[in-house]
């Protein structure tokens, strides 16, 4: 499994970004896909995560509200939507694939659950 996340990018406080994690078309995206995201001398957090259909869903609480993620597995690709952007958001954001739980509803929070990452990519938030 390839991913590659993009869109990330440099917004004010209070804007919006939507990140995208495309996953290569030889693979097919049946499986729990995870965004997480980690600041300069800071340890990997979770962000967010979704089921393989897009029926299960679960955030972290410092994004509830704020970020939506969704997935369009016809284009295999997963979305972070994130509005009211805060400079404590400021990351690389990586998403990651769960295989393990392919074609099912179970998603984990888990960072050591995901099996394959993409590269990552830079939002900055200033103030």
């Known amino acids: 499994v390839q991913l590659q996340a993009s869109g990330g990018g440099l917004v004010q406080a209070g804007g919006s970004l939507r990140l995208s994690c495309t996953a290569s078309?030889?693979?097919?995206?049946?499986?729990?896909v995870g965004w997480f995201r980690q600041a300069p001398g800071k340890e990997r957090e979770f962000v967010a995560t979704?089921?393989?259909?897009?029926?299960?869903?679960d955030y972290a609480d410092s994004v509830k509200g704020r970020f939506t993620i969704s997935r369009d597995n016809f284009k295999n690709t997963v979305y972070l939507q994130m509005n009211s952007l805060k400079p404590a958001d400021t990351a690389v954001y990586y998403c990651?694939?769960?295989?393990?739980?392919?074609?099912?509803?179970?998603?984990?929070?888990?960072?050591?659950?995901?099996?394959?990452w993409g590269q990552g990519t830079l939002v900055t938030v200033s103030s």
């Open positions: 990651a694939a769960d295989i393990r739980v392919a074609g099912t509803e179970t998603t984990s929070i888990g960072i050591y659950e995901y099996d394959y």
């Open positions: 979704i089921s393989w259909s897009g029926g299960t869903t």
């Open positions: 078309v030889r693979t097919k995206m049946t499986y729990a």
